[in-house]
T-cell receptor
């Protein structure tokens, strides 16, 4: 069965420090991968998505970047965190060539920048 | 630009009542999803809707899709407290982005 792993679950980082969040998917090949951010009490903002290795589309130009070094690995990074980067980060995957399936979400990383 | 609008954004209702959440989207969609989110948790998938006229039901929840009107609804029948959560609709353009509505925060009063 397919599973998605996202870590860490919680993270407290100082302003100006770097960030690396990792997401891996098991049990499927060539998934579409997504990074979302959710501010407290708000909706989901799409940050990046990828339809293949090395293919990254950015939705929000910020101090964040994403990479997909392997088919089932998606990494969200920042060189210098801002206070406004705090939020709940969710990774998701979908398989577009299988009908009647949805996008599945990881458990999320709650990031607090202090 | 794809836009997804949900309404209402907040809903407080009594147990036993029926209500409907609406999801409008601005462009042709390949799939439409409904999710549930409990406080502090990730998203749980409820329904996937693919074609015009699709209707799916699970317990007290029923979702429908009208692709011509670009409208999906999530209907709650005889609400119970356990259904209190935030509900999101999302539009999937295959091999492109998935855009979410702002969510409907549902609070069911005993």
């Amino acid at each position: 069965s397919q599973t998605i792993h996202q870590w860490p679950a919680t993270l407290v980082q100082p302003v100006g420090s770097p960030l690396s969040l990792e997401c891996t998917v098991e049990g499927t090949s060539n998934p579409n991968l997504y990074w979302y951010r959710q501010a407290a009490g708000r909706g989901l903002q799409l940050l990046f998505y990828s339809v293949g290795i090395g293919q990254i589309s950015s939705e929000v130009p910020q101090n964040l970047s994403a990479s997909r070094p392997q088919d089932r690995q998606f990494i969200l990074s920042s060189k210098k965190l801002l206070l406004s980067d705090s939020g709940f980060y969710l990774c998701a995957w979908s398989v577009p060539n299988i009908p009647n399936t949805e996008a599945f979400f990881g458990q999320g990383t709650r990031l607090t920048v202090v | 630009e794809l836009k997804v609008e949900q309404n209402p954004l907040f809903l407080s209702m009594q147990e036993g009542k029926n209500y409907t959440i609406y999801c409008n989207y601005s462009t042709t969609s390949d799939r439409l999803y409904w999710y549930r989110q409990d406080p502090g948790k990730s998203l749980e998938s409820l329904f996937v809707l693919l074609s015009n006229g699709a209707v799916k039901q699970e317990g007290r929840l029923m979702a429908s899709l009208d692709t011509k009107a670009r409208l999906s609804t999530l209907h709650i029948t005889a609400a119970v407290h356990d259904l209190s959560a935030t509900y999101f609709c999302a539009v999937d353009i295959i091999n492109d982005k998935i855009i979410f509505g702002k969510g409907t925060r549902l609070h069911i009063l005993p």
